[in-house]
């Protein structure tokens, strides 16, 4: 079985500040990994995804993501947030034996000017 | 960019009525899957479709729920006998290869 765990529940962070959003998770075979951002009254937006290769992952917008399997991580960071990155994002696990994904609990950053 | 749209955007139904949630997957997707978030809780999985039949289920799949793709295009969700804690956000999502799943904007689902 897969779990995933996001420690924070919320991240408030003032504009221009790195961020990091914490990921953990737990699985017994090999995994695909996601971070999902879903902005307010709006769906879920891939952000970045590890499948396999280069352990550190990046998006068009500055985040970026290093798969760390010793730790079983993927956290999420960016070196300089904006307002408009304020928004909830998800951790998801996926892996080889299953088409499903398995979500956290989501973490809420909100950007401060 | 190709996207995944869902109807309605909200709904509201009152406790024991059938509702029929519709979803246009991304058109050269072959895995479909349905999603939801009750209020402030996590994404939870429901079911995926390959194949024209369910791979996958969860626990709150059952006998109430069931999914169809009539038509080649159109993939849905049917609640049979709506109940309140059905009430959440429905996420409909396809992909191509199974590793990549791209999520739809949500159906609102509220039961009264």
């Known amino acids: 079985a897969q779990s995933v765990t996001q420690l924070d529940s919320q991240v408030p962070v003032f504009e221009e500040a790195p961020v990091e959003l914490r990921c953990n998770y737990s699985?017994?075979?090999?995994?695909?990994l996601f971070w999902y951002v879903q902005y307010p009254n709006q769906g879920l937006q891939l952000l970045l995804k590890y499948l396999s290769g280069s352990t550190l992952v990046e998006s068009i917008n500055g985040f970026e993501a290093e798969f760390n399997k010793s730790q079983t991580s993927f956290h999420l960071r960016k070196p300089s947030v904006h307002i408009s990155d304020t928004a909830e994002y998800f951790c998801?696990?996926?892996?080889?034996?299953?088409?499903?994904?398995?979500f956290g609990t989501g973490t809420r950053l909100q950007v401060f000017p | 960019e190709p996207e995944v749209t869902q109807t309605p955007s909200h709904q509201v139904t009152q406790m024991g009525q059938e509702v029929i949630l519709r979803c246009v997957p991304i058109?050269?997707?072959?895995?479909f899957y349905w999603y939801r978030q009750i209020l402030g809780q996590k994404v939870e999985f429901l079911v995926s479709f390959y194949n024209n039949e369910i791979s996958e289920k969860s626990e709150i799949f059952d006998d109430q729920f069931s999914v169809e793709r009539p038509d080649g295009s159109n993939f849905t969700l049917k609640i049979r006998s709506t109940k309140l804690e059905d009430s959440a956000m429905y996420f409909c999502a396809s992909a191509l290869s199974g590793d990549t799943i791209y999520f739809g904007e949500g159906s609102w689902l509220t039961v009264v």
């Open positions: 699985s017994s075979v090999s995994v695909y």
């Open positions: 998801a696990v996926g892996g080889v034996d299953t088409d499903k994904l398995i």
């Open positions: 058109s050269n997707h072959l895995y």
